[in-house]
Nanobody, 123 residues
């Protein structure tokens, strides 16, 4: 069983950048498709991006396409979400999640979750 932990959240001004990290322990992150989801207050959890096990394939939500970029360092058991041109509407609690199968945008299909890291974008 893999454990996931997110880091890198905080307060950033609109137009700024931030990199979130998803670190795995217990099992190699290389075994999993990793996705990022986010949840803003009063809203449902939404899919942000996903990366397959060998990083050859990535998927992004339309709302972040061109601004966010995924990468992974399997040797260091970490997946990164680089976020650029941040907007106030990106403010949310960001979670990383893992599954052993190809990507899905539906959160309930992911087996393992981190605790989340808060990102706040000020206008």
């Amino acid at each position: 069983q893999v454990q996931l932990g997110e880091s890198g959240g905080g307060l950033v001004q609109a137009g700024g950048s931030r990199r979130l990290s998803c670190a795995a322990s217990g099992r190699s992150i290389a075994n999993y498709t990793i996705a990022w989801f986010r949840q803003a207050p009063g809203k449902e959890r939404e899919f942000v991006a996903a990366i397959n096990r060998d990083a050859r394939w990535k998927e992004y939500a339309d709302s972040v396409k061109g601004r966010f970029a995924l990468s992974r360092d399997n040797a260091n058991n970490t997946v990164y979400l680089q976020m650029n041109s941040l907007k106030p509407e990106d403010t949310a609690l960001y979670y990383c999640a893992a599954r052993g199968s190809p990507w899905e945008s539906r959160s309930y299909t992911y087996d393992y979750w981190g605790q989340g890291t808060q990102l706040t974008v000020s206008s």
